[in-house]
C-alpha cells in the first residue's frame, strides 16, 4: 500500500515550496553594486564596457554587446543580420515565445521545425526541407543547456547562405566538442533573467566574432544613435546623428556591476547544477515510468532546466495530474514549453497550429520540470527525488 498522496490529504515531502529556478546573490554582490551607487555612472559608463569584455573573455569570443534583456538580445541579433518584412527565419517550438517573436519584432516570419526527440533540440534533419528563397536565418535554442548539433547546423546555413543564431540563453557556461557555447553561431545570445544561469535582474548579451555586427547593436540598443552620451562627454561636443530606428535597449552600470561579479561565480554554479543533474538520473534510472531527457557525448550541458518525459502507458494519471501531485508535496515543478506555434498569437497571425510540430506537440504532453539551481541543497535533491519516486508508485498501473 503506497503512501498518501498530499494531494489526497497526505503529509506533504516538504512543506515550504521549492522553486523550479532560483538566484544566487551575495554579499558581495551587493556590495559591488553598491559602489556603482556611490559612482558617477549609473548607465552607459565604465561597467557596461567592463562586463561586456569580462563576458567576451569568459565565453572566448571576440565581442560581447549588453543589453537590457534576452527579447532584446535577440531583437538585436535580428536586425544585426538584416531581419526585414517578409524574411522567413527557421526555429524550433519548444523554447520561450521571444525565440520566435524576435523575428517578427522585425516584420519576418518564424518558421517552425521540428526538434529531435530525445533531445528536444532542432533536428538538423528536418531543417533543409523548410528552406525556402525567403529563408534568411536560423535560430537554434539550447533547450535545456544542451548546445544543439552546430556543426551540422553551420553546415546547413553555409550551404544555403543563411545565419546562423544560437539562442543561448539555457546555456551559458556549456560546451560542445570542447567549443564554449557563446562561440559556437554567428550570433550567440543570452539571458541575465533571475532563473537563468547568471542574473543582472533583467539583462542580455550577445557574442560575435564580427566587429561590424556587434557595432550595428551597439547603435541599435541605443535609439539608433552612433555615439553615446560618454563618448561626447569624453569629445567635449553636443553633436549626435540618428542613422537608423533603434530602441532603448540598454542595461544600467548598476546591473553590469552586478553581472561581473556573477559571472565569477558562474563555473562553480554550472559544475553544481551537472552535480545534480547526476543525482537526479542516478535516482531516476529506476522509476521506469519517467525518463531523462538525452544527452549527446560531445556536450558539456549547463542544465538551465532539468526535465523528465513520463511514460503515461505506465500510469494511471496524466501530465497534469502528475504536475499537480508534485506540487502538493513542495515541489515547484514546471513545463518548458508550450510549444510556440500553438500559441494563439502564431495560430492567428501565421495560420500555426497542431500537426506542424508533431515531435514538440507529443513531447509537450509527457514533459515535467524539476527544481535545479545551484544554491540546492542535498536535502532539497532529496526532497524532490522522494517527492517523484512517491507519485510514481502511487499512480503506477
Ligand atoms: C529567458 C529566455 C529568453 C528571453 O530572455 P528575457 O531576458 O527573459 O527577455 C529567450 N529565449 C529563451 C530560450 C529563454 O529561456
Known amino acids: 500500500m503506497a503512501v498518501k498522496l498530499a494531494i489526497d490529504g497526505g503529509i506533504p515531502v516538504r512543506e515550504k515550496q521549492l522553486p523550479y529556478g532560483h538566484q544566487w546573490v551575495d554579499d558581495d554582490d551587493i556590495a559591488a553594486v553598491v559602489e556603482v551607487f556611490r559612482s558617477d555612472w549609473f548607465t552607459t559608463g565604465p561597467k557596461v564596457d567592463e562586463f561586456e569584455r569580462a563576458f567576451a573573455d569568459f565565453v572566448g569570443e571576440k565581442q560581447a554587446v549588453a543589453v537590457s534583456s534576452g527579447t532584446a538580445a535577440l531583437h538585436a541579433a535580428m536586425y544585426a543580420i538584416g531581419i526585414g518584412l517578409g524574411d522567413e527565419v527557421i526555429v524550433p517550438p519548444m523554447t520561450f515565445a521571444a525565440s520566435a517573436n524576435c523575428a517578427v519584432f522585425q516584420g519576418g516570419m518564424p518558421v517552425f521545425s521540428d526538434v529531435d526527440p530525445d533531445t528536444l533540440l532542432l533536428d538538423p534533419n528536418q531543417v533543409e526541407a523548410k528552406i525556402t528563397p525567403r529563408t534568411k536565418a536560423i535560430i537554434a535554442v539550447d533547450y535545456a543547456g544542451q548546445p544543439c548539433d552546430y556543426d551540422v547546423l553551420l553546415a546547413i546555413a553555409n550551404r544555403h547562405d543563411l545565419r546562423l543564431v544560437a539562442d543561448a540563453c539555457h546555456a551559458l557556461g556549456g560546451s560542445y566538442k570542447g567549443r564554449p557555447v557563446g562561440t559556437l553561431a554567428d550570433l550567440n545570445v543570452f539571458s541575465f533573467h533571475p532563473v537563468k544561469p547568471i542574473t543582472t535582474g533583467e539583462g542580455g548579451m550577445i557574442t560575435t566574432d564580427d ?40 542595461l544600467t552600470d548598476i546591473q553590469c556591476a552586478l553581472g561581473i561579479s556573477q559571472l565569477r561565480k558562474l563555473p562553480a554554479w554550472v559544475a553544481r547544477r551537472q552535480k545534480i543533474a547526476r543525482r537526479y538520473d542516478a535516482a531516476f534510472a529506476e522509476i521506469p515510468a519517467v525518463r531523462p531527457l538525452g544527452v549527446r557525448e560531445d556536450v558539456s550541458h549547463a542544465y538551465h532546466l532539468y526535465v523528465i518525459r513520463l511514460d503515461l502507458a505506465q500510469l494511471r494519471a496524466t501530465r497534469a495530474d502528475v504536475f499537480a501531485a508534485l506540487r502538493a508535496e513542495g515541489i515547484g515543478v514546471n513545463v518548458h514549453y508550450i510549444p510556440v506555434h500553438l500559441h494563439p498569437f502564431y495560430r492567428e497571425r501565421f495560420g500555426t497550429g497542431p500537426g506542424i510540430c508533431p515531435v514538440a506537440e507529443d513531447a509537450y504532453e509527457h514533459i515535467i520540470t524539476l527544481p535545479i539551481f545551484p544554491r540546492m541543497s542535498e536535502d532539497d535533491i532529496s526532497d524532490v527525488i522522494a517527492a517523484v519516486h512517491k507519485v510514481m508508485e502511487a499512480y503506477s498501473q
Not at 560618454?230 to 533603434?246: K, P, T
Open 211 to 250: 566587429p561590424k555586427l556587434a557595432d550595428r547593436m551597439r547603435v541599435f540598443r541605443n535609439h539608433g544613435i552612433t555615439t553615446d552620451h560618454r563618448q561626447r562627454e569624453l569629445q567635449g561636443s553636443w553633436f549626435y546623428e540618428m542613422v537608423d530606428l533603434g530602441y532603448n535597449y540598454r
